[in-house]
């Protein structure tokens, strides 16, 4: 066995090589290929989507992905793709054999002679990966930023690819200008084009070997949590579809905080695991599972979905099982997998799940699929919780989940967001590398909906011990999102990709800035005409990968208000407006006769302090005495009151209010873009309070603290301030869990 100096050696020469070949070898074949220098292809290349695409400003077409699903035809989605695929897992060395048959039709008017497909798993297989390369480049772990050590590495190997028996040469593509060592997306040549409108089966055999668990896949001791696990093929988009003009293969690198985008289409799936081992996984379990000496296979099958992920451990207790029953008679099957450290977090998170089938099917529509299996993950598998995939995702686990408590809020929260993204990522299929707030944002503000619906209207993020001290602190679901949004820098616009952010806290605001956009829009709409336009937007786009141009229309056709709804997303969604107007001053001071020159009986009279300091004081005492219950303020003289207001970021119509110490109150309307106003009011009382936003419909405002201001000391601001801290830090850690 070699000294440690000499493997050290040895690694290090192999890290210079290694770096080396990649600088001369931009697009290396894939193993076991004859590539050639040249791609073996006749026909005008398809272009891919741009490496900076991100929200989409144009409408798609009446016909896009098919046109509507009515419910009337023979499958929720017009499918386009077709898996058939045998896995066995080896739990001891974290490794999967796969054979699969991918089935693929060619929606385009023109041949396809070349297809990419998605190996999300080599974003682990070593640093040159371009999921490393920016955790680097933007100092961010993933999460709780679990590093990889020794032997924790992942990656996905195709071992054989071939059309109608013949082999498929393929190349390994950078389509985001990543690194030439990403190995995420390869183009696969085919020696058979195909036609417009045809299909193409191709035989795949692969192999994977899991990483430690990490950014929502892996292993942790028994434990597998089997994502981004198989050979995908990336979309081919048509012209009127999400701003193509014409075909263009949707192909992303797998990127630091990006997540996915795919066909809908039918999964066939085998899986292969020891006996004693508990398998959940995307659809429904065909029969009873078959045994083979000591091993179990187990078959699931899905239609009108476009992702697979399963998880599988021995060490897994007796699934919690629950029904829910749609309106329509329809039963969903509820299977909630957990270890025994984790036993009291089962019952919470099928209540969760339960109470969300309900929410989301009578706000938006009804659940279309059969089942949802939730885990739990065990101890130490953090990283694999908080993830989505068609019919099955995880949830959170904590130690302590009695009601009231922080930990159990979290619990909830993340179970229902989890769900709600089985809408807004699964049956909507939304680009979630292009369009990521679609999916996380749209879907954190329907959790908020929900939350608030129920009732839950605050946490309380102290402890228990601390609550006994006195100490409270009470966050609203608004507050949290407002306060985790990044108002008061706002450096990307909602829409921007995944990818392509200031850094991964802007990113984060994804989900929080998103809530409270449309949190400002229910204000200014009123909650039952925005749930209409969502419903809308539903039923319009399920199953058809909606951009962000659609979801513009059907606010603006539903509303009525396409310049409300355009000016928003002009400002949020396509650019990043910072939203900060304030009260500046406010001052109300009595209206005095004043010394000078003043015309009386056709003759210039010179009016002296001593003479009105007479004359007013007699009228004070005079207007008294005929008013001896008058309230503070309210007096023998007029007010002048005076209001200024600023603005810095982009104009929003906002309504000064200006209360007076008779209980009188008056408005004025602050129109337009100046930066500034002012505004003055003659009043038979002294102004009490100046406040803008007073029906608090501005949630995008930066600071709520500045929107008023009061003659005297109001300490109501400082007790806020302990507030605002609070749930800050809450907000952050919803943030974390939730990703």
Same mark, same amino acid.
């Given at each position: 066995?070699?000294?440690?100096?000499?493997?050290?050696?040895?690694?290090?020469?192999?890290?210079?090589?290694?770096?080396?070949?990649?600088?001369? *070898?931009?697009?290396? !074949?894939?193993?076991?290929?004859?590539?050639?220098?040249?791609?073996?292809?006749?026909?005008?290349?398809?272009?891919?989507?741009?490496?900076?695409?991100?929200?989409?400003?144009?409408?798609?077409?009446?016909?896009?992905?098919?046109?509507?699903?009515?419910?009337?035809?023979?499958?929720?989605?017009?499918?386009?793709?077709?898996?058939?695929?045998?896995?066995?897992?080896?739990?001891?060395?974290?490794?999967?054999?796969?054979?699969?048959?991918?089935?693929?039709?060619?929606? $385009?008017?023109?041949?396809?002679?070349?297809?990419?497909?998605?190996?999300?798993?080599?974003?682990?297989?070593?640093?040159?990966?371009?999921?490393?390369?920016?955790?680097?480049?933007?100092?961010?772990?993933?999460?709780?930023? @679990?590093?990889?050590?020794?032997?924790?590495?992942?990656?996905?190997?195709?071992?054989?690819?071939?059309?109608?028996?013949?082999?498929?040469?393929?190349?390994?593509?950078?389509?985001?200008?990543?690194?030439?060592?990403?190995?995420?997306?390869?183009?696969?040549?085919?020696?058979?084009?195909?036609?417009?409108?045809?299909?193409?089966?191709?035989?795949?055999?692969?192999?994977?070997?899991?990483?430690?668990?990490?950014?929502?896949?892996?292993?942790?001791?028994?434990?597998?949590?089997?994502?981004?696990?198989?050979?995908?093929?990336?979309?081919?988009?048509? !012209?009127?579809?999400?701003?193509?003009?014409?075909?263009?293969?949707?192909?992303?690198?797998?990127?630091?905080?990006?997540?996915?985008?795919?066909?809908?289409?039918?999964?066939?799936?085998?899986?292969?695991?020891?006996?004693?081992?508990?398998?959940?996984?995307?659809?429904?379990?065909?029969?009873?599972?078959?045994?083979?000496?000591?091993? @179990?296979?187990?078959?699931?099958?899905?239609?009108?979905?476009?992702?697979?992920?399963?998880?599988?451990?021995?060490?897994?207790?007796?699934?919690?099982?629950?029904?829910?029953?749609?309106?329509?008679?329809?039963?969903?099957? @509820?299977?909630?997998?957990?270890?025994?450290?984790?036993?009291?977090?089962?019952?919470?998170?099928?209540?969760?799940?339960?109470?969300?089938?309900?929410?989301?099917?009578?706000?938006?529509?009804?659940?279309?699929?059969?089942?949802?299996?939730?885990?739990?993950?065990?101890?130490?598998?953090?990283?694999?919780?908080?993830?989505?995939?068609?019919?099955?995702?995880?949830? $959170?686990?904590?130690?302590?989940?009695?009601?009231?408590?922080? %930990?159990?809020?979290?619990?909830?929260?993340?179970?229902?967001?989890?769900?709600?993204?089985?809408?807004?990522?699964?049956?909507?299929? $939304?680009?979630?590398?292009?369009?990521?707030?679609?999916?996380?944002?749209?879907?954190?503000?329907?959790? %908020?909906?929900?939350?608030?619906?129920?009732?839950?209207?605050?946490?309380?993020?102290?402890?228990?011990?601390?609550?006994?001290?006195?100490?409270? @602190?009470?966050?609203?679901?608004?507050?949290?999102?407002?306060?985790?949004?990044?108002?008061?820098?706002?450096?990307?616009?909602?829409?921007?990709?995944?990818?392509?952010?200031?850094?991964?806290?802007?990113?984060?605001?994804?989900?929080?800035?998103?809530?409270?956009?449309?949190?400002?829009?229910?204000?200014?709409?009123?909650?039952?005409?925005?749930?209409?336009?969502?419903?809308?937007?539903? *039923?319009?786009?399920?199953?058809?990968?909606?951009?962000?141009?659609?979801?513009?229309?059907?606010?603006?056709?539903?509303?009525? %208000?396409?310049?409300?709804?355009?000016?928003?997303?002009?400002?949020?969604v396509y650019d990043a407006s910072l939203v900060s107007d304030r009260v500046v001053s406010l001052h109300s001071q009595e209206v005095l006769p004043q010394p000078g020159l003043v015309q009386f009986k056709g003759r210039r009279v010179e009016l002296t302090a001593a003479d009105l300091d007479k004359a007013v004081a007699d009228h004070r005492t005079a207007w008294k005495k005929a008013h001896p219950d008058a309230k503070d303020g309210v007096g023998a003289f007029p007010y002048r009151t005076q209001v200024v207001l600023r603005r810095e970021g982009a104009a929003v119509p906002q309504t000064v209010r200006v209360d007076f110490a008779d209980g009188s109150h008056q408005l004025r309307r602050w129109q337009g873009d100046d930066d500034w106003a002012r505004f003055e009011f003659i009043t038979p009382a002294r102004a009490v309070s100046a406040r803008i936003d007073g029906a608090n419909a501005i949630h995008l405002d930066a600071d709520k603290l500045d929107d008023s201001r009061t003659l005297e000391?109001?300490?109501?601001?400082?007790?806020?301030?302990?507030?605002?801290?609070?749930?800050?830090?809450?907000?952050?850690?919803?943030?974390?869990?939730?990703?």
């Open positions: 066995m070699p000294s440690t100096s000499i493997r050290w050696g040895l690694a290090a020469l192999l890290a210079i090589a290694s770096f080396h070949a990649s600088a001369q *070898q931009a697009q290396p !074949p894939g193993p076991g290929t004859a590539a050639t220098d040249t791609p073996a292809t006749t026909l005008e290349p398809i272009a891919l989507a741009a490496p900076d695409a991100a929200a989409v400003t144009v409408p798609s077409a009446p016909d896009a992905w098919g046109g509507p699903r009515t419910g009337q035809e023979a499958t929720l989605s017009d499918r386009v793709v077709e898996y058939r695929i045998q896995a066995t897992l080896d739990p001891v060395k974290h490794t999967i054999d796969g054979r699969q048959q991918l089935t693929w039709r060619n929606r $385009s008017d023109r041949p396809v002679d070349a297809v990419y497909l998605h190996l999300y798993l080599n974003a682990f297989s070593g640093p040159g990966s371009t999921f490393f390369t920016e955790m680097r480049k933007l100092r961010s772990g993933f999460r709780s930023g @679990v590093d990889m050590d020794e032997g924790d590495w992942g990656y996905i190997e195709l071992k054989t690819v071939e059309q109608a028996g013949a082999p498929v040469e393929w190349t390994f593509v950078q389509p985001d200008n990543g690194p030439a060592t990403d190995r995420t997306v390869v183009r696969l040549d085919l020696p058979q084009p195909v036609a417009p409108g045809a299909s193409t089966t191709l035989d795949i055999d692969f192999f994977d070997q899991l990483p430690r668990v990490t950014a929502r896949t892996g292993y942790y001791g028994s434990f597998h949590l089997v994502a981004q696990w198989f050979p995908k093929i990336a979309v081919l988009e048509l !012209p009127g579809e999400r701003g193509a003009t014409a075909p263009r293969w949707n192909a992303h690198e797998f990127h630091l905080h990006s997540e996915f985008y795919a066909d809908f289409g039918l999964y066939d799936v085998t899986l292969t695991v020891p006996k004693g081992y508990t398998v959940g996984a995307t659809g429904k379990l065909q029969g009873a599972p078959v045994a083979n000496g000591d091993m @179990v296979s187990h078959r699931y099958v899905q239609g009108d979905v476009h992702d697979f992920a399963w998880t599988a451990d021995d060490r897994y207790a007796k699934p919690l099982t629950g029904t829910f029953r749609r309106a329509d008679g329809r039963e969903v099957d @509820v299977r909630v997998l957990f270890h025994p450290e984790y036993a009291s977090n089962a019952q919470p998170v099928l209540q969760a799940t339960l109470d969300s089938l309900k929410y989301f099917g009578e706000t938006l529509g009804p659940y279309p699929y059969d089942t949802v299996t939730a885990v739990v993950p065990p101890y130490n598998a953090a990283e694999a919780g908080g993830m989505e995939y068609p019919t099955f995702f995880t949830a $959170s686990s904590y130690d302590e989940v009695r009601p009231g408590t922080l %930990q159990r809020y979290l619990l909830d929260f993340v179970t229902i967001h989890e769900f709600g993204h089985g809408y807004f990522y699964g049956i909507l299929g $939304s680009n979630e590398f292009e369009e990521p707030w679609l999916d996380e944002g749209l879907n954190e503000f329907w959790n %908020q909906r929900m939350l608030v619906a129920a009732g839950d209207q605050a946490i309380n993020p102290i402890p228990p011990w601390l609550r006994r001290l006195g100490v409270n @602190v009470s966050i609203s679901p608004v507050e949290q999102h407002r306060l985790g949004a990044g108002l008061d820098e706002p450096f990307d616009g909602l829409g921007q990709n995944a990818w392509n952010r200031y850094s991964s806290g802007s990113y984060g605001t994804v989900y929080s800035r998103t809530a409270v956009l449309m949190t400002d829009l229910e204000s200014r709409l009123g909650s039952e005409l925005l749930e209409r336009a969502f419903r809308t937007y539903y *039923q319009r786009w399920k199953f058809r990968h909606p951009g962000s141009a659609d979801l513009r229309e059907v606010l603006a056709e539903v509303s009525g %208000q396409r310049e409300l709804v355009e000016g928003l997303f002009a400002r949020h000391p109001d300490g109501r601001a400082s007790r806020r301030w302990s507030a605002d801290f609070a749930a800050l830090l809450q907000s952050f850690y919803v943030l974390l869990v939730a990703l």
